[in-house]
């Protein structure tokens, strides 16, 4: 299912940077200060957004690649208190357990397993931004 996704989205990306450079080149020929404005912004913003969606894509994919061997393996981090409906840790328990598996990653820093799992825990914990930065991490260790 998230193959068809992705090639919706690559289908919708290339849409995007077909009808914005048309936009430009139309906004352009009309010659106006303003319209040459819109139309080098279009030029602009048009392949800089599509850069970081392939970007994400690159990360998404980076990531699930880990995350399925991390499960083949039988590494993924244990379920290990009450979670709450949206399938977040619950607050009086997320610090201890990030805590736990931060101390785990800083103790194995060339191990992108323990930094996979932090960041898998991080991401339970709503901690959002820490837990890209650890999966990234994990990404750039497994690489080496």
């Known amino acids: 299912m998230s193959r068809i996704g992705v090639a919706l989205m690559g289908a919708a990306l290339l849409v995007y940077l077909v009808v914005?450079?048309?936009?430009?080149?139309?906004?352009?020929?009309?010659?106006?200060?303003?319209?040459?404005?819109?139309?080098?912004?279009l030029i602009v913003l048009?392949?800089?957004?599509?850069?970081?969606?392939?970007?994400?894509?690159?990360?998404?994919?980076?990531a699930?690649?880990?995350g399925r061997t991390l499960d083949a393996e039988g590494g993924m981090p244990p379920v290990e208190t009450e979670l709450t409906p949206s399938g977040r840790i619950a607050r009086a328990d997320a610090d201890p357990l990030v805590a736990r598996y931060l101390a785990a990653a800083d103790a194995e820093p060339a191990d992108w397993r323990v930094r996979y799992r932090l960041g898998v825990v991080q991401d339970a914990a709503g901690r959002r931004k820490d837990a890209r930065a650890s999966i990234r991490?994990?990404?750039?260790l497994s690489r080496v």
Do not use: Y
């Open 64 to 66: 699930d690649r880990l």
């Open 46 to 62: 048009a392949p800089l957004g599509a850069w970081a969606l392939v970007r994400e894509m690159q990360f998404g994919f980076a």
């Open 20 to 41: 914005a450079i048309w936009l430009a080149v139309m906004f352009l020929a009309v010659g106006t200060p303003v319209s040459i404005g819109m139309g080098v912004a």
């Open 137 to 140: 991490e994990a990404i750039r």
